[in-house]
Protein backbone atom coordinates (compact mmCIF):
# COMPACT_ATOMS: atom_id res chain seq x y z
CA UNK A 1 0.00 0.00 0.00
CA UNK A 2 1.32 3.62 -0.95
CA UNK A 3 1.87 5.78 2.19
CA UNK A 4 2.80 9.39 0.98
CA UNK A 5 4.13 11.70 4.38
CA UNK A 6 2.02 14.66 4.64
CA UNK A 7 3.51 18.01 3.40
CA UNK A 8 3.23 21.90 3.47
CA UNK A 9 1.18 23.24 1.04
CA UNK A 10 3.96 25.67 -0.18
CA UNK A 11 5.53 21.89 -0.84
CA UNK A 12 3.02 21.27 -2.85
CA UNK A 13 2.98 24.79 -4.92
CA UNK A 14 6.64 24.36 -5.63
CA UNK A 15 6.31 21.61 -7.26
CA UNK A 16 2.60 21.65 -8.86
CA UNK A 17 4.74 25.13 -10.50
CA UNK A 18 7.65 23.07 -11.56
CA UNK A 19 5.80 19.81 -12.71
CA UNK A 20 3.70 22.50 -14.73
CA UNK A 21 6.46 24.45 -16.08
CA UNK A 22 8.24 21.30 -17.44
CA UNK A 23 5.96 18.66 -17.93
CA UNK A 24 3.34 20.85 -20.04
CA UNK A 25 5.37 23.17 -22.18
CA UNK A 26 7.51 21.12 -24.02
CA UNK A 27 6.64 23.40 -27.49
CA UNK A 28 7.50 26.16 -25.24
CA UNK A 29 10.86 24.88 -24.56
CA UNK A 30 11.73 23.45 -28.16
CA UNK A 31 10.25 27.39 -29.89
CA UNK A 32 12.62 29.22 -27.23
CA UNK A 33 15.67 27.37 -27.47
CA UNK A 34 15.13 27.70 -31.38
CA UNK A 35 14.81 31.88 -31.36
CA UNK A 36 17.60 32.31 -28.92
CA UNK A 37 21.14 31.91 -29.60
CA UNK A 38 23.02 28.82 -28.87
CA UNK A 39 25.45 30.03 -26.49
CA UNK A 40 25.81 31.19 -22.76
CA UNK A 41 23.90 34.27 -23.17
CA UNK A 42 20.83 32.42 -25.09
CA UNK A 43 20.99 30.02 -22.34
CA UNK A 44 21.13 32.71 -19.54
CA UNK A 45 18.27 34.26 -21.71
CA UNK A 46 16.16 30.84 -21.79
CA UNK A 47 17.17 30.26 -17.74
CA UNK A 48 15.48 33.64 -16.66
CA UNK A 49 12.49 33.18 -18.35
CA UNK A 50 11.75 30.07 -17.16
CA UNK A 51 12.61 31.36 -13.54
CA UNK A 52 10.32 34.15 -14.23
CA UNK A 53 7.08 31.45 -15.31
CA UNK A 54 8.33 29.10 -11.97
CA UNK A 55 7.54 32.28 -9.93
CA UNK A 56 4.54 33.34 -11.43
CA UNK A 57 3.16 30.30 -11.30
CA UNK A 58 4.05 29.86 -7.37
CA UNK A 59 2.63 33.41 -6.90
CA UNK A 60 -0.76 32.66 -8.12
CA UNK A 61 -1.29 28.84 -6.81
CA UNK A 62 0.22 30.15 -3.60
CA UNK A 63 -2.76 32.51 -3.60
CA UNK A 64 -5.39 29.34 -3.90
CA UNK A 65 -3.03 27.14 -1.71
CA UNK A 66 -6.31 26.73 0.94
CA UNK A 67 -7.64 23.58 2.16
CA UNK A 68 -10.64 23.27 0.01
CA UNK A 69 -9.25 24.69 -3.45
CA UNK A 70 -5.85 23.50 -3.81
CA UNK A 71 -6.46 20.14 -4.76
CA UNK A 72 -9.08 20.63 -6.61
CA UNK A 73 -7.70 23.44 -8.85
CA UNK A 74 -4.40 21.78 -9.24
CA UNK A 75 -6.11 18.51 -10.64
CA UNK A 76 -8.12 20.66 -13.06
CA UNK A 77 -5.11 22.35 -14.24
CA UNK A 78 -3.48 19.07 -14.77
CA UNK A 79 -6.32 17.16 -17.20
CA UNK A 80 -6.47 20.48 -19.17
CA UNK A 81 -3.12 21.34 -19.34
CA UNK A 82 -2.12 17.67 -20.51
CA UNK A 83 -5.10 18.25 -23.23
CA UNK A 84 -3.83 21.43 -24.57
CA UNK A 85 -0.44 20.35 -24.65
CA UNK A 86 -1.16 17.20 -26.62
CA UNK A 87 -2.69 19.46 -29.41
CA UNK A 88 -0.17 22.17 -29.05
CA UNK A 89 2.70 19.40 -29.64
CA UNK A 90 0.70 18.08 -32.32
CA UNK A 91 -0.64 20.62 -34.43
CA UNK A 92 1.43 23.72 -33.53
CA UNK A 93 -1.82 25.78 -32.00
CA UNK A 94 -1.22 28.89 -30.38
CA UNK A 95 -4.10 28.96 -27.61
CA UNK A 96 -6.45 32.84 -27.57
CA UNK A 97 -9.71 33.78 -27.17
CA UNK A 98 -9.97 32.99 -30.92
CA UNK A 99 -8.70 29.21 -30.51
CA UNK A 100 -10.71 28.67 -27.86
CA UNK A 101 -14.17 29.96 -29.67
CA UNK A 102 -13.42 27.70 -32.37
CA UNK A 103 -13.46 24.64 -29.80
CA UNK A 104 -16.24 25.88 -28.39
CA UNK A 105 -18.31 26.21 -31.71
CA UNK A 106 -16.87 22.81 -33.32
CA UNK A 107 -19.29 19.68 -33.65
CA UNK A 108 -19.09 16.17 -32.83
CA UNK A 109 -17.48 14.94 -35.74
CA UNK A 110 -14.70 17.43 -36.00
CA UNK A 111 -14.14 16.29 -32.30
CA UNK A 112 -14.35 12.94 -33.19
CA UNK A 113 -11.68 13.49 -36.06
CA UNK A 114 -9.15 14.54 -32.79
CA UNK A 115 -9.16 11.52 -30.91
CA UNK A 116 -6.31 9.44 -31.04
CA UNK A 117 -4.44 6.74 -28.59
CA UNK A 118 -2.15 9.25 -27.90
CA UNK A 119 -3.96 12.25 -26.65
CA UNK A 120 -5.62 9.45 -24.25
CA UNK A 121 -2.06 8.62 -23.26
CA UNK A 122 -0.79 12.66 -22.33
CA UNK A 123 -4.25 12.63 -20.39
CA UNK A 124 -3.70 9.56 -18.58
CA UNK A 125 0.66 10.05 -18.02
CA UNK A 126 0.43 13.75 -17.53
CA UNK A 127 -3.14 14.40 -16.20
CA UNK A 128 -5.18 11.24 -14.35
CA UNK A 129 -1.27 9.86 -12.61
CA UNK A 130 -0.70 13.04 -10.94
CA UNK A 131 -4.03 13.46 -10.08
CA UNK A 132 -3.85 10.52 -8.42
CA UNK A 133 -0.59 11.22 -6.49
CA UNK A 134 -1.75 14.63 -5.50
CA UNK A 135 -5.28 13.10 -3.94
CA UNK A 136 -3.35 10.61 -2.18
CA UNK A 137 -0.54 13.28 -0.60
CA UNK A 138 -2.02 14.37 2.58
CA UNK A 139 -1.18 18.59 2.77
CA UNK A 140 -0.25 19.34 6.35
CA UNK A 141 -1.78 22.91 7.04
CA UNK A 142 -0.96 25.32 10.09
CA UNK A 143 -3.70 27.31 11.74
CA UNK A 144 -5.09 30.08 9.85
CA UNK A 145 -2.99 33.21 11.57
CA UNK A 146 0.28 31.21 10.59
CA UNK A 147 -1.13 29.87 7.38
CA UNK A 148 -1.68 33.58 6.08
CA UNK A 149 1.42 34.39 7.11
CA UNK A 150 3.60 31.52 4.79
CA UNK A 151 1.77 32.74 2.42
CA UNK A 152 2.68 36.52 2.48
CA UNK A 153 6.27 35.12 2.62
CA UNK A 154 5.97 32.98 -0.12
CA UNK A 155 4.23 35.66 -2.05
CA UNK A 156 6.59 38.14 -1.54
CA UNK A 157 9.35 36.01 -2.18
CA UNK A 158 8.32 34.82 -5.74
CA UNK A 159 7.14 38.28 -6.96
CA UNK A 160 11.04 39.55 -6.10
CA UNK A 161 12.55 36.74 -7.59
CA UNK A 162 10.40 37.81 -10.66
CA UNK A 163 11.68 41.65 -10.35
CA UNK A 164 14.94 40.76 -9.68
CA UNK A 165 15.56 38.18 -12.97
CA UNK A 166 13.22 40.93 -14.66
CA UNK A 167 15.69 43.50 -14.40
CA UNK A 168 18.84 41.36 -14.57
CA UNK A 169 18.02 40.96 -17.76
CA UNK A 170 16.11 43.82 -18.66
CA UNK A 171 17.49 44.69 -22.47
CA UNK A 172 16.98 40.75 -23.56
CA UNK A 173 14.08 39.97 -22.14
CA UNK A 174 12.28 43.32 -23.67
CA UNK A 175 13.49 42.81 -26.58
CA UNK A 176 12.52 38.80 -26.77
CA UNK A 177 8.66 39.96 -25.63
CA UNK A 178 8.81 42.38 -27.79
CA UNK A 179 9.65 40.38 -31.30
CA UNK A 180 8.14 37.16 -30.57
CA UNK A 181 4.47 37.63 -28.96
CA UNK A 182 3.65 34.16 -29.35
CA UNK A 183 5.33 33.34 -26.13
CA UNK A 184 2.35 34.06 -24.09
CA UNK A 185 0.19 32.12 -26.16
CA UNK A 186 2.52 29.47 -25.62
CA UNK A 187 2.55 28.80 -22.32
CA UNK A 188 0.89 26.36 -20.41
CA UNK A 189 -1.70 26.70 -18.17
CA UNK A 190 -1.89 30.77 -18.44
CA UNK A 191 -2.48 30.76 -22.31
CA UNK A 192 -5.66 28.80 -22.31
CA UNK A 193 -6.79 30.49 -18.82
CA UNK A 194 -6.32 33.36 -20.41
CA UNK A 195 -7.97 32.77 -23.54
CA UNK A 196 -11.10 31.71 -21.17
CA UNK A 197 -11.00 34.94 -19.70
CA UNK A 198 -11.49 36.65 -22.64
CA UNK A 199 -13.76 34.10 -24.71
CA UNK A 200 -16.02 34.33 -21.84
CA UNK A 201 -15.45 38.37 -21.77
CA UNK A 202 -16.62 38.38 -25.31
CA UNK A 203 -19.78 35.73 -24.24
CA UNK A 204 -20.66 38.53 -21.88
CA UNK A 205 -21.01 41.52 -24.18
CA UNK A 206 -22.61 39.86 -26.52
CA UNK A 207 -25.00 39.05 -24.31
CA UNK A 208 -25.06 42.89 -23.25
CA UNK A 209 -25.44 44.35 -27.06
CA UNK A 210 -28.98 45.03 -28.50
CA UNK A 211 -29.77 43.33 -32.17
CA UNK A 212 -28.75 46.05 -35.04
CA UNK A 213 -30.25 45.68 -38.36
CA UNK A 214 -28.70 46.22 -41.52
CA UNK A 215 -30.02 47.56 -44.93
CA UNK A 216 -33.75 48.63 -44.00
CA UNK A 217 -33.34 50.28 -47.01
CA UNK A 218 -32.51 47.51 -49.25
CA UNK A 219 -34.22 46.91 -52.30
CA UNK A 220 -33.75 46.01 -56.03
CA UNK A 221 -32.97 47.86 -58.65
CA UNK A 222 -35.45 48.88 -61.23
CA UNK A 223 -33.04 46.90 -63.67
CA UNK A 224 -34.48 43.45 -62.38
CA UNK A 225 -37.91 44.41 -64.57
CA UNK A 226 -35.96 43.62 -68.00
CA UNK A 227 -34.89 40.10 -66.63
CA UNK A 228 -36.89 37.61 -68.32
CA UNK A 229 -36.40 34.73 -66.42
CA UNK A 230 -35.68 33.74 -62.64
CA UNK A 231 -31.76 33.56 -61.57
CA UNK A 232 -30.14 31.38 -59.18
CA UNK A 233 -26.68 32.55 -57.60
CA UNK A 234 -24.83 30.10 -56.15
CA UNK A 235 -22.25 31.03 -53.04
CA UNK A 236 -19.91 28.17 -52.35
CA UNK A 237 -18.40 28.54 -49.16
CA UNK A 238 -15.18 26.31 -49.23
CA UNK A 239 -13.13 25.07 -45.96
CA UNK A 240 -9.45 25.13 -45.32
CA UNK A 241 -8.82 25.73 -48.98
CA UNK A 242 -5.25 27.48 -49.41
CA UNK A 243 -4.73 29.21 -52.72
CA UNK A 244 -0.93 27.51 -52.95
CA UNK A 245 -2.34 23.87 -53.76
CA UNK A 246 -4.73 25.18 -56.35
CA UNK A 247 -3.75 23.89 -59.71
CA UNK A 248 -5.59 26.71 -61.67
CA UNK A 249 -3.69 29.33 -59.34
CA UNK A 250 -0.36 28.14 -60.29
CA UNK A 251 0.21 25.45 -58.41
CA UNK A 252 2.93 22.76 -59.64
CA UNK A 253 0.41 19.83 -59.36
CA UNK A 254 -2.53 19.70 -61.13
CA UNK A 255 -5.38 19.50 -58.18
CA UNK A 256 -7.97 20.94 -60.20
CA UNK A 257 -8.20 19.00 -63.76
CA UNK A 258 -11.47 19.85 -64.80
CA UNK A 259 -12.07 23.30 -63.41
CA UNK A 260 -9.17 24.15 -65.62
CA UNK A 261 -11.07 22.76 -68.60
CA UNK A 262 -14.30 25.29 -67.49
CA UNK A 263 -15.01 27.51 -70.06
CA UNK A 264 -15.73 31.16 -68.59
CA UNK A 265 -14.22 30.29 -64.84
CA UNK A 266 -12.27 32.89 -63.48
CA UNK A 267 -10.20 32.49 -60.94
CA UNK A 268 -8.94 35.16 -58.66
CA UNK A 269 -5.02 34.88 -57.47
CA UNK A 270 -4.69 37.43 -54.59
CA UNK A 271 -7.74 36.78 -52.13
CA UNK A 272 -7.14 37.08 -48.45
CA UNK A 273 -9.49 35.50 -45.61
CA UNK A 274 -10.69 38.06 -42.66
CA UNK A 275 -9.82 35.13 -40.28
CA UNK A 276 -7.97 31.28 -39.58
CA UNK A 277 -10.40 29.95 -38.21
CA UNK A 278 -14.22 29.18 -39.58
CA UNK A 279 -15.53 30.99 -36.47
CA UNK A 280 -14.22 34.39 -37.61
CA UNK A 281 -13.93 34.09 -41.19
CA UNK A 282 -17.62 33.00 -41.96
CA UNK A 283 -19.38 35.57 -39.85
CA UNK A 284 -17.04 38.32 -40.84
CA UNK A 285 -17.18 37.70 -44.21
CA UNK A 286 -20.70 38.13 -44.64
CA UNK A 287 -20.86 40.87 -42.59
CA UNK A 288 -20.04 44.51 -43.41
CA UNK A 289 -17.34 45.41 -40.78
CA UNK A 290 -14.30 43.96 -43.09
CA UNK A 291 -11.73 42.48 -40.95
CA UNK A 292 -10.10 45.55 -39.14
CA UNK A 293 -13.02 46.18 -37.63
CA UNK A 294 -14.45 43.05 -36.89
CA UNK A 295 -16.02 42.47 -33.49
CA UNK A 296 -16.90 38.29 -32.82
CA UNK A 297 -19.67 39.89 -30.08
CA UNK A 298 -20.72 42.45 -32.46
CA UNK A 299 -21.17 40.25 -35.40
CA UNK A 300 -23.67 37.57 -33.33
CA UNK A 301 -26.35 40.84 -32.78
CA UNK A 302 -25.91 42.36 -36.02
CA UNK A 303 -27.43 41.04 -39.35
CA UNK A 304 -25.34 40.53 -42.11
CA UNK A 305 -25.14 40.19 -46.22
CA UNK A 306 -28.04 37.29 -46.49
CA UNK A 307 -30.41 39.57 -44.17
CA UNK A 308 -29.44 42.28 -46.30
CA UNK A 309 -30.65 40.07 -49.63
CA UNK A 310 -33.47 38.31 -48.20
CA UNK A 311 -35.01 42.13 -47.59
CA UNK A 312 -34.46 43.06 -51.11
CA UNK A 313 -36.69 40.64 -51.82
CA UNK A 314 -34.40 37.55 -52.86
CA UNK A 315 -34.96 33.58 -51.58
CA UNK A 316 -31.91 32.65 -49.68
CA UNK A 317 -30.86 29.24 -48.72
CA UNK A 318 -27.67 27.98 -46.74
CA UNK A 319 -27.42 24.75 -47.16
CA UNK A 320 -24.44 23.23 -44.85
CA UNK A 321 -22.31 20.02 -44.65
CA UNK A 322 -20.09 21.43 -42.05
CA UNK A 323 -20.52 22.63 -38.67
CA UNK A 324 -22.81 25.27 -39.08
CA UNK A 325 -23.21 28.91 -40.38
CA UNK A 326 -22.13 30.76 -36.97
CA UNK A 327 -24.69 32.80 -37.06
CA UNK A 328 -25.13 33.84 -40.67
CA UNK A 329 -28.02 32.07 -41.66
CA UNK A 330 -30.24 32.40 -38.36
CA UNK A 331 -33.08 34.43 -40.12
CA UNK A 332 -32.80 32.13 -43.70
CA UNK A 333 -33.69 28.93 -44.42
CA UNK A 334 -31.11 26.46 -43.25
CA UNK A 335 -30.97 22.91 -44.74
CA UNK A 336 -28.57 21.06 -43.06
CA UNK A 337 -27.78 17.77 -45.46
CA UNK A 338 -24.39 16.95 -42.93
CA UNK A 339 -26.06 13.88 -41.54
CA UNK A 340 -28.28 12.76 -44.42
CA UNK A 341 -28.47 8.30 -44.75
CA UNK A 342 -27.19 8.52 -48.26
CA UNK A 343 -25.27 5.02 -48.51
CA UNK A 344 -23.37 6.50 -51.34
CA UNK A 345 -22.46 9.52 -50.05
CA UNK A 346 -22.69 9.41 -46.37
CA UNK A 347 -20.83 7.21 -43.55
CA UNK A 348 -19.67 7.59 -39.97
CA UNK A 349 -22.38 11.09 -39.29
CA UNK A 350 -20.53 12.57 -42.10
CA UNK A 351 -21.37 13.22 -45.68
CA UNK A 352 -18.90 13.89 -48.25
CA UNK A 353 -19.81 17.13 -50.36
CA UNK A 354 -21.46 16.17 -53.20
CA UNK A 355 -24.50 15.82 -50.83
CA UNK A 356 -24.72 19.37 -51.51
CA UNK A 357 -25.49 18.52 -54.94
CA UNK A 358 -28.35 16.21 -54.20
CA UNK A 359 -31.79 16.96 -55.78
CA UNK A 360 -30.21 20.60 -57.45
CA UNK A 361 -31.59 20.20 -60.71
CA UNK A 362 -35.34 19.10 -59.27
CA UNK A 363 -34.38 22.45 -56.98
CA UNK A 364 -33.83 24.04 -60.24
CA UNK A 365 -36.72 22.89 -61.97
CA UNK A 366 -39.36 24.27 -59.79
CA UNK A 367 -37.54 27.53 -58.96
CA UNK A 368 -40.62 30.12 -58.54
CA UNK A 369 -38.24 32.81 -57.11
CA UNK A 370 -34.71 34.70 -57.76
CA UNK A 371 -32.72 32.83 -55.31
CA UNK A 372 -29.32 32.78 -53.65
CA UNK A 373 -28.16 29.11 -52.96
CA UNK A 374 -25.00 29.22 -50.28
CA UNK A 375 -22.80 25.31 -50.12
CA UNK A 376 -20.92 25.42 -47.24
CA UNK A 377 -19.10 22.77 -48.05
CA UNK A 378 -17.15 20.35 -45.61
CA UNK A 379 -13.95 21.00 -48.09
CA UNK A 380 -10.47 20.30 -46.88
CA UNK A 381 -11.01 19.95 -43.13
CA UNK A 382 -8.23 18.72 -41.36
CA UNK A 383 -6.45 16.44 -39.37
CA UNK A 384 -7.98 13.46 -41.34
CA UNK A 385 -7.77 14.71 -44.62
CA UNK A 386 -8.04 11.57 -46.34
CA UNK A 387 -11.51 11.10 -44.81
CA UNK A 388 -12.80 14.09 -46.93
CA UNK A 389 -12.77 12.42 -50.90
CA UNK A 390 -13.78 9.20 -52.55
CA UNK A 391 -10.94 6.46 -53.22
CA UNK A 392 -11.11 7.40 -56.70
CA UNK A 393 -10.01 10.96 -56.61
CA UNK A 394 -6.93 9.63 -54.70
CA UNK A 395 -4.35 10.43 -57.47
CA UNK A 396 -1.51 11.08 -55.17
CA UNK A 397 0.13 8.61 -52.69
CA UNK A 398 1.12 7.87 -50.28
CA UNK A 399 -1.37 9.92 -47.75
CA UNK A 400 -1.61 10.18 -44.38
CA UNK A 401 -4.44 8.37 -43.16
CA UNK A 402 -3.94 9.24 -38.98
CA UNK A 403 -4.94 12.38 -37.46
CA UNK A 404 -1.41 12.43 -35.23
CA UNK A 405 -0.06 14.69 -38.48
CA UNK A 406 3.33 15.39 -36.68
CA UNK A 407 3.82 11.29 -37.00
CA UNK A 408 3.36 11.26 -41.06
CA UNK A 409 6.01 12.44 -43.22
CA UNK A 410 5.07 15.88 -45.06
CA UNK A 411 5.21 14.49 -48.23
CA UNK A 412 1.90 11.94 -47.61
CA UNK A 413 0.24 15.29 -45.74
CA UNK A 414 0.20 16.92 -48.52
CA UNK A 415 -0.99 14.02 -50.65
CA UNK A 416 -4.02 13.48 -48.40
CA UNK A 417 -4.55 17.78 -48.58
CA UNK A 418 -3.98 17.70 -52.24
CA UNK A 419 -6.94 14.81 -52.72
CA UNK A 420 -8.94 17.04 -51.10
CA UNK A 421 -8.31 19.61 -53.44
CA UNK A 422 -9.14 17.13 -56.19
CA UNK A 423 -12.14 15.79 -54.95
CA UNK A 424 -13.03 19.90 -54.60
CA UNK A 425 -12.95 20.24 -57.91
CA UNK A 426 -15.04 17.22 -58.97
CA UNK A 427 -17.90 19.17 -57.27
CA UNK A 428 -17.40 22.58 -58.17
CA UNK A 429 -16.89 21.37 -61.85
CA UNK A 430 -20.37 19.39 -61.41
CA UNK A 431 -22.07 22.35 -60.50
CA UNK A 432 -21.07 24.55 -62.52
CA UNK A 433 -21.95 21.77 -65.57
CA UNK A 434 -25.27 21.76 -64.03
CA UNK A 435 -25.50 25.38 -63.69
CA UNK A 436 -24.34 25.88 -67.66
CA UNK A 437 -27.38 22.75 -68.45
CA UNK A 438 -29.84 24.72 -67.23
CA UNK A 439 -29.37 28.76 -68.46
CA UNK A 440 -32.00 28.05 -71.21
CA UNK A 441 -34.57 28.53 -68.12
CA UNK A 442 -32.15 30.00 -65.42
CA UNK A 443 -30.09 32.54 -65.07
CA UNK A 444 -27.13 30.71 -63.31
CA UNK A 445 -23.86 31.72 -61.73
CA UNK A 446 -21.34 30.48 -59.37
CA UNK A 447 -19.01 32.11 -56.62
CA UNK A 448 -16.79 30.44 -54.83
CA UNK A 449 -14.71 31.46 -51.85
CA UNK A 450 -12.45 29.78 -48.88
CA UNK A 451 -13.38 30.54 -45.28
CA UNK A 452 -9.69 30.63 -44.69
CA UNK A 453 -6.16 28.50 -45.76
CA UNK A 454 -4.19 25.43 -43.74
CA UNK A 455 -0.76 24.96 -42.85
CA UNK A 456 0.56 21.18 -43.68
CA UNK A 457 3.44 21.44 -41.65
CA UNK A 458 5.17 24.70 -42.73
CA UNK A 459 7.04 26.77 -39.17
CA UNK A 460 6.01 23.18 -37.87
CA UNK A 461 2.32 24.39 -38.19
CA UNK A 462 -0.87 22.22 -38.82
CA UNK A 463 -4.61 22.92 -39.58
CA UNK A 464 -5.42 26.60 -38.82
CA UNK A 465 -6.80 29.15 -36.28
CA UNK A 466 -3.32 30.67 -35.57
CA UNK A 467 -3.78 34.23 -34.49
CA UNK A 468 -4.03 37.00 -37.50
CA UNK A 469 -0.92 38.61 -37.01
CA UNK A 470 1.14 35.22 -36.39
CA UNK A 471 -0.45 32.98 -39.07
CA UNK A 472 2.22 32.21 -41.92
CA UNK A 473 0.24 33.17 -45.27
CA UNK A 474 -1.03 29.40 -45.95
CA UNK A 475 -3.81 30.54 -43.51
CA UNK A 476 -5.19 33.66 -44.98
CA UNK A 477 -4.09 33.07 -48.91
CA UNK A 478 -7.34 31.57 -50.09
CA UNK A 479 -8.74 30.06 -53.39
CA UNK A 480 -11.61 31.88 -55.01
CA UNK A 481 -13.48 31.32 -58.23
CA UNK A 482 -16.69 33.08 -60.89
CA UNK A 483 -18.28 31.64 -63.38
CA UNK A 484 -21.24 33.02 -64.86
CA UNK A 485 -23.86 31.91 -67.37
CA UNK A 486 -23.84 33.57 -70.62
CA UNK A 487 -27.57 34.53 -70.07
CA UNK A 488 -26.27 35.65 -66.10
CA UNK A 489 -24.28 37.74 -67.85
CA UNK A 490 -26.39 39.80 -70.51
CA UNK A 491 -29.38 39.92 -67.64
CA UNK A 492 -26.83 41.35 -64.73
CA UNK A 493 -24.44 43.02 -67.24
CA UNK A 494 -21.01 40.94 -66.25
CA UNK A 495 -18.38 41.65 -68.30
CA UNK A 496 -16.08 38.51 -67.82
CA UNK A 497 -13.35 39.28 -70.08
CA UNK A 498 -12.86 42.49 -67.77
CA UNK A 499 -12.86 40.11 -64.31
CA UNK A 500 -10.39 38.22 -66.15
CA UNK A 501 -7.99 40.87 -66.98
CA UNK A 502 -8.61 42.48 -63.01
CA UNK A 503 -8.23 38.75 -61.50
CA UNK A 504 -5.00 39.50 -59.66
CA UNK A 505 -6.02 42.42 -58.11
CA UNK A 506 -5.68 42.45 -54.69
CA UNK A 507 -9.08 41.20 -52.82
CA UNK A 508 -10.33 39.75 -49.57
CA UNK A 509 -13.48 38.86 -47.92
CA UNK A 510 -14.36 42.05 -46.98
CA UNK A 511 -14.98 42.35 -50.55
CA UNK A 512 -18.31 39.79 -50.60
CA UNK A 513 -20.39 41.56 -48.66
CA UNK A 514 -20.42 44.46 -51.00
CA UNK A 515 -19.68 42.61 -54.37
CA UNK A 516 -22.40 40.28 -53.52
CA UNK A 517 -25.14 43.34 -53.42
CA UNK A 518 -23.59 44.70 -56.56
CA UNK A 519 -23.94 41.70 -58.80
CA UNK A 520 -27.61 41.03 -57.26
CA UNK A 521 -28.40 44.89 -58.35
CA UNK A 522 -29.18 45.61 -54.39
CA UNK A 523 -29.80 49.34 -53.43
CA UNK A 524 -28.87 49.84 -50.44
CA UNK A 525 -26.94 52.77 -47.97
CA UNK A 526 -24.67 49.70 -46.53
CA UNK A 527 -23.72 49.48 -50.33
CA UNK A 528 -19.94 50.38 -50.63
CA UNK A 529 -18.99 50.55 -54.54
CA UNK A 530 -14.82 50.68 -53.26
CA UNK A 531 -15.54 47.60 -51.57
CA UNK A 532 -17.68 45.37 -54.79
CA UNK A 533 -15.05 43.77 -56.92
CA UNK A 534 -17.58 43.93 -59.94
CA UNK A 535 -18.07 47.18 -59.95
CA UNK A 536 -15.64 48.22 -63.06
CA UNK A 537 -16.96 45.13 -64.83
CA UNK A 538 -20.99 45.40 -64.82
CA UNK A 539 -23.21 48.84 -64.75
CA UNK A 540 -22.19 51.87 -63.40
CA UNK A 541 -23.48 53.46 -60.04
CA UNK A 542 -24.44 57.01 -59.75
CA UNK A 543 -25.11 58.78 -55.97
CA UNK A 544 -24.94 55.11 -54.51
CA UNK A 545 -27.62 53.60 -56.62
CA UNK A 546 -27.02 51.25 -59.08
CA UNK A 547 -27.50 51.68 -62.93
CA UNK A 548 -26.85 50.10 -66.06
CA UNK A 549 -24.38 52.41 -68.54
Known sequence: MLTIKAVRPEWVTLAASAFLLVAFNLVLWQHLLAITTADARGLLMCVAFGLMIFCAFNLVLTLVAFRPLLKPVLMLLFLISAGVAYFMAQYGVLVDAGMLRNFAETNATEVRDLLSLKLFVYIGLLGVLPCWLLFKTPINYR??????????????????????????????????????????????????????????????????????????????????????????????????????NFGILGYHRDTTPTLDKEAGLIAFTDVHSCGTETAVSVPCMFSNMGRKNYDASKAKNEEGLLDVLKRAGLEVIWRDNQSGCKGTCDRVTLQDVSNLKDPTLCANSECRDEILLQGLQHFIDTLDKDTVLVLHQMGSHGPEYFKRYPKEYEHFTPVCESNALNNCSRDSIVNGYDNTLVYTDHVLSTLIDLLRANQDKVDTAMLYLSDHGESLGEYNLFLHGTPYMLAPEQQKHVAMLAWFS????????????????????????????????????????????????????????????????
Open 143 to 244: RWPKELLSKLLVGVASAAVIGVVALANYQGLSSLFRNHHELRLMVVPSNYIGASLGYLREQVASAKQPFITLGEDASRNPAWQTHGRKSLTVLVVGESARAE
Open 486 to 549: DSYQKSFSVDTHCLQLSREKPLSQDNLFHSMLGLLEVNSQVYNRDLDLFANCRGAVIDGVLARE
